[in-house]
């Protein structure tokens, strides 16, 4: 359903002011999905992101649609250091893929996402919600895709369990962007 929309790579904001790509320890090949801990979580809006491996601990999140290219919308430049939740999929914890956008960096410099090259397989990512749960995840897979070639059916197709991606940029700076996406699968564990 929501790939019909024909939501496809995510654009990044402009490069920070080097061109030092994340040197993310990419695994490609998809490993054995997390045992689910809980079953899946009523729906209840994300209000932040903590990634302990990457040092993130943000205290909110902004809503994201898509844009008139049906792409997903990224949280402003000047917002480079808040998250955003595609509002057109679930919330995360509850059955099916929820999407999280963060910068890697823009043309003012570093962002949120700025340590993803510290994040491995089996990290947790922490989404507290507004009902004052949070939903925890252990990240799967990760991969780094050119972004002609994003992986739209297997980041927003349907899942049978709760899952998350989160997406940032990385790659070279290439016409005054990141050239690639960096993708983390994650299944919920608590």
Aim: one cysteine or more; aromatic letters at 4%; a negative charge.
């Amino acid at each position: 359903m929501t790939a019909a929309l024909g939501i496809g790579l995510i654009a990044c904001g402009q490069g920070g002011k080097g061109d030092t790509a994340p040197d993310v320890k990419v695994n490609n090949a998809a490993t054995a999905q997390a045992k689910q801990a809980n079953a899946p979580l009523k729906k209840s809006r994300p209000t932040g992101l903590r990634i302990p491996a990457a040092g993130v601990d943000a205290t909110s999140m902004l809503d994201l649609g898509v844009d008139a290219d049906q792409e997903l919308e990224v949280p402003p430049v000047d917002k480079a250091e808040e998250p955003g939740w595609w509002t057109g999929g679930v919330t995360p914890g509850e059955k099916g893929a929820a999407v999280i956008v963060a910068h890697y960096d823009t043309a003012n410099g570093p962002a949120l996402m700025r340590n993803v090259a510290k994040v491995g397989v089996g990290d947790t990512v922490e989404v507290p919600r507004a009902d004052g749960s949070t939903a925890t995840f252990k990240v799967r897979e990760i991969q780094q895709v050119d972004k002609k070639d994003f992986p739209t059916n297997k980041v927003y197709g349907a899942t049978g369990r709760p899952e998350l991606r989160l997406l940032t940029c990385g790659g070279p700076i290439v016409g005054g962007h990141r050239s690639d996406n960096i993708i983390l699968y994650a299944d919920l564990v608590s």
